[in-house]
């Protein structure tokens, strides 16, 4: 088709869709392509913007590497992997779900743990933490032999793929629920963190006036046969960013209990100070069980990063 104007652009491109053999793709792309002919025309972009926007979506690719995704973490900071989570969970988004982001920091290949055990692989400052976990179907019956693959950041700030210091795999653990749909680790108490602004997400952070900052939380992925796999995030109550997850992930029905407890004997021996508790109770969908893609495959090298933290304004 010979385009006369403007307005002949739209239906050039969906017409050449309709040629597509997969009718699902032809559903996703018209749509794409519908709503993006409107923002450019509602915004009246301009060249430059459209160059600039360009170079953005390009700066997000060369800014991922093995140990760091930033196409992820713009996806969360948009909002738009919270909203593809809560649409897909929950009876499609009708009711309250125990489903969260998977998030950029999930690697494949930790061993499977006895319950119980702890996933603190090399010195790591914090405060111990012993989790029970329980994993129940929509019935509320107890699903058995579920894999519950668990991973956090240190207490100042970083998962251990983004920090030399730590030991390979240090906070990450894969464990299976028992005949009571239980798993339990110990670990130790999750801190808030900033997430890293040294490419695109940083800019357009800077640009909104928002802070960085994540509220504290322990990641689950519960893998079970016949069941939907389901990503997760527990939080604590008591971090002050809840209401301002830069990622928007954060749900009533996530924000766990980490109770604190003092002059109280720890479930292990070697603890003699304050400890923290965490119990939960995560509820899976039936449906097909798949592995997501790892969104990281590897560890970082070199220096330890530095994390710069964003003011609100």
């Keep these: 088709m010979i385009i006369e104007n403007q307005l002949d652009i739209t239906p050039a491109v969906l017409a050449e869709l309709e040629r597509a053999q997969d009718p699902r793709f032809r559903e996703i792309m018209g749509a794409a392509v ?84 702890s996933i603190v692989r090399s010195t790591t400052p914090g405060v111990p933490l012993f989790v029970n976990a329980w994993v129940k179907d929509c019935d509320g019956k107890p699903v058995d032999g579920a894999v519950v693959d668990v991973w956090q950041s240190s207490s100042e700030g970083f998962y251990e793929n983004q920090d030399p210091a730590q030991a390979d795999m240090n906070l990450r653990g894969k464990f299976i629920t028992d005949a009571a749909g239980h798993v339990s680790f110990r670990s130790i108490k999750p801190a808030g963190y900033p997430i ?40 604590s109550s008591d971090d002050p960013n809840l209401d301002t997850d830069v990622q928007f992930a954060v749900t009533k029905k996530l924000v766990g209990q980490y109770v604190q407890h003092e002059n109280v004997t720890a479930p292990s021996g070697d603890v003699s100070g304050p400890w923290y508790s965490l119990d939960y109770t995560f509820t899976i969908e039936a449906g097909p069980s798949k592995l997501p893609r790892a969104p990281i495959t590897g560890k970082a090298s070199g220096p330890r990063p530095t994390l710069e933290i964003l003011k609100r304004t």
């Design 34 to 117: 519908r709503h993006l002919h409107a923002f450019v025309r509602e915004v009246k972009l301009t060249e430059p913007e459209f160059q600039l926007a360009c170079a953005t979506i390009a700066k997000l690719g060369h800014s991922t590497t093995p140990s760091h995704n930033e196409v992820v973490l713009a996806a969360g900071s948009l909002g738009i992997s919270s909203l593809v989570c809560l649409l897909n969970n929950g009876d499609h988004g009708q009711t309250e779900t125990t489903a969260n982001l998977l998030g950029p920091f999930w690697r494949e290949g930790v061993d499977v743990m006895p319950n119980g055990a």
């Design 196 to 235: 890293p602004v040294n490419g695109p997400v940083g800019d357009l952070l800077r640009a909104q006036g928002r802070h960085n900052l994540r509220p504290a939380h322990i990641h689950f992925m519960v893998v079970k046969p016949g069941y939907k796999t389901q990503f997760s995030q527990v939080y």
